[in-house]
């Protein structure tokens, strides 16, 4: 038997036919009956010939799913599959052997010096060695000061004791007729 063709296109509308009858179990049975008597008959003649191959029916209605199968031998292997993600890294090895010292290196330039911070009061020093004293010489006579203010008036001093005089200057007698002062002689 030959593979199922395609589909054709549908054909053109008919005409509407002359309304028929009203169904009934009876007319069903008239119309149809032969036509279910025939195949009937085909199935049975089907059943008596079973090598007789026939249409190949639709498919069934999937079945309930296997037993598990047996655990197959191992296989070939199979091809290299593609490159894993980096790891994480790992943990700090331990510290390797001390290396060889290596040359000296090239004179650096002169720096140049950064001022400090001040530093910490230091501790009182030790007493100093006592030293000569020698007397300096005179310095140069200083400019002349500014004149002084006037004095404060004086108290009134003591009444003197009376004085001698000559007779012919005085108007005043002089009994004794002597005079103290010895320039007056």
Known sequence: MGFQGEQGLPGIAGKIGVPGKLASEQHIRELCGSMIDDQIAQLAANLRRPLSPGQVGRPGAAGPPGKV???????????????????????????????????????????????????????????????????????????????????????????????ICDTTACQGANVHGKTSNPKNH
């Open 69 to 163: 199968g047996e655990t197959g031998s191992i296989g070939h292997p199979g091809s290299r599959g593609p490159p894993g993600y980096r790891g994480l890294p790992g943990d700090l090895g331990d510290p390797g052997p001390r290396g060889d010292l290596g040359e000296q290196g090239d004179k650096g330039p002169i720096g140049k010096a950064i001022e400090g911070p001040i530093g910490d009061q230091g501790y009182q020093g030790i007493l100093g060695v006592l030293g000569i004293v020698k007397d300096g010489r005179d310095g140069s006579p200083g400019d002349p000061g500014e004149p002084g203010e006037a004095g404060r008036t004086g108290r009134t001093g003591h009444s003197g004791s009376p004085g």
